[in-house]
């Protein structure tokens, strides 16, 4: 019994299950940039809110790197790439995007993360999901991980593939389900479900609920003109049923 409870005890430290506590979020890692546009004053405005979290174990650190590499990014390239673009269309107001985000979910085996980007009537989202526990801490989830469909060692690329591409293959079946199912849609005419394979990307296109199960979601003007996010809140053992 002591042996067990020892052992049990080891491999709870080795994986990162059950100490953890929800992380504590720091300040955000914000900033606006402004760049000239044209003479009359019109500017470029680029404006971001990314999660940081206050350290104390490894997923923490790599967390707040992602999100500080993508701020990093977006000021040395993104930035000013699209200010050049839209200096040459000599706009006649302000050009403005600003991301934001939603804490999804904040447990001891996951923190997930919503970003909302919005540039006048363009409304997309992007679902991060980190793992807190065993050898990939801190490092984002893709859906065959979470469903458990690969282990966080397994680097066979054929392997990767197939079961990528079995899960994806399965939630767009639900998903397309669904749509039919929605009385308050009105699709796009020429919307099949073939249509999904070039738009939906479920083994990214998600993030976790707070009960860590995943919410797979359509980028607005994808299936229907109404300019919202649609959210499919699918669990786990759902689409391991369905496959």
């Known amino acids: 019994m002591?042996?067990?409870?020892?052992?049990?005890?080891?491999?709870?430290?080795?994986?990162?299950?059950?100490?953890a506590e929800p992380l504590r979020l720091a300040p955000d890692l914000?900033?606006?940039?402004?760049?000239?546009?044209?003479?009359?004053?019109?500017?470029?405005?680029?404006?971001?809110?990314?999660?940081?979290?206050?350290?104390?174990?490894?997923?923490?650190?790599?967390?707040?790197?992602f999100y500080q590499y993508l701020a990093r990014d977006a000021e040395e390239f993104e930035i000013p790439m699209n200010a050049?673009?839209?200096?040459?269309?000599?706009?006649?107001?302000?050009?403005?995007?600003?991301?934001?985000?939603e804490v999804t979910c904040n447990s001891d085996a996951y923190f997930s993360v919503l970003l909302h980007t919005a540039q006048g009537d363009l409304h997309t989202a992007a679902g991060h999901t980190f793992s807190r526990a065993g050898l990939k801490a801190g490092s984002s989830v893709a859906l065959p991980y979470l469903?458990?469909?690969?282990?966080?060692?397994?680097?066979?690329p054929w392997l990767q593939d197939?079961?990528?591409?079995?899960a994806d293959e399965t939630v767009r079946r639900i998903v397309w389900e669904r749509l039919q199912d929605m009385d308050d849609l009105e699709p796009w005419e020429d919307l099949e479900e073939e249509s999904l394979a070039y738009g939906f990307f479920p083994?990214?296109?998600?993030?976790?609920?707070?009960?860590?199960?995943p919410v797979f979601y359509l980028q607005?003007?994808?299936?229907?003109?109404?300019g919202r996010l649609l959210r499919f809140p699918?669990?786990?053992?759902?689409?391991?049923?369905e496959m």
Do not use: C, H, W
């Open 2 to 19: 002591l042996r067990a409870a020892a052992l049990a005890l080891i491999l709870a430290l080795i994986l990162g299950i059950g100490a």
């Open 30 to 65: 914000a900033g606006t940039v402004e760049i000239p546009l044209t003479d009359a004053g019109a500017k470029y405005i680029y404006t971001y809110a990314y999660p940081q979290v206050e350290p104390g174990e490894a997923s923490a650190e790599l967390i707040n790197t």
């Open 84 to 101: 050049d673009y839209y200096r040459g269309q000599q706009p006649a107001a302000d050009v403005r995007v600003d991301i934001g985000y």
């Open 147 to 156: 469903l458990g469909l690969l282990e966080n060692e397994e680097s066979d």
């Open 162 to 166: 197939r079961q990528t591409a079995k």
């Open 203 to 213: 083994e990214e296109d998600f993030y976790l609920d707070e009960t860590g199960n």
């Open 220 to 226: 607005p003007g994808f299936a229907e003109d109404s």
């Open 234 to 241: 699918i669990s786990v053992e759902e689409i391991l049923d």
